[in-house]
């Protein structure tokens, strides 16, 4: 981050190259638009250039900062008007399909083991948290549907849902920083 702050064109190809299929399949499975998906992948690629100072190494990683900027902006894109009149689709808590791979087919056999065993790990960690925490967090950050949209969709008080979403969050932060820690 410290070359693409000082504009080395180079570096931003090097995280491209790390980083755009791990991106480009976690846009897709909020998407689920091969198009919408290149266009979000190219806008989170030109802000990572553009806002590379906003960068902070004391908030979080380079990783954690440009999946959440992809994430965050799939979901904008998610709930833009246009797009919703493109795509109205109805999800139930209780669907097994839920849950999307974290990797896609298309990545070369040593960028497909981590990815794979990132989603892995990911997918033990919310095997432990409680059900009904699992369910909300797969539906906001797969579906991308916002706390007030789950409360309305399931018709579970607001509160629950923040309540739900935080201490899932809160101990999936705690089980997947043991297992970074191994």
Do not use: C
């Not at 004391?58 to 246009?82: C, F, H, P, Q």
């Not at 909300?136 to 399931?154: C, D, K, R, T, W």
Request: hydrophobic share 35%; proline share 2%; no cysteine.
């Amino acid at each position: 981050m410290h070359r693409i702050k000082t504009r080395d064109k180079e570096a931003i190809s090097e995280l491209y190259d790390h980083y755009h299929r791990l991106l480009f399949g976690l846009i897709l499975s909020i998407l689920k638009k091969r198009e919408e998906a290149e266009d979000i992948l190219q806008e989170v690629f030109t802000n990572i250039w553009e806002k590379a100072e906003q960068f902070d190494t004391e908030r979080g990683t380079v990783y954690t900062w440009i999946v959440s900027m992809a994430r965050n902006k799939s979901i904008d894109r998610l709930r833009s008007k246009v797009y919703k009149e493109q795509k109205k689709q109805a999800v139930s808590l209780n669907d097994e399909d839920v849950h999307h791979p974290l990797y896609s087919e298309e990545t070369d056999p040593l960028e497909n083991t981590i990815l794979k065993d990132r989603a892995k790990k990911v997918h033990a960690a919310l095997a432990q948290i409680s059900e009904k925490q699992r369910k909300v967090l797969q539906v906001a950050y797969f579906n991308g549907m916002s706390q007030s949209e789950i409360s309305e969709e399931f018709d579970i008080p607001l509160g629950t849902v923040k309540t739900r979403m935080r201490d899932g969050m809160m101990k999936l932060r705690e089980i997947l920083g043991k297992e970074i820690e191994k």
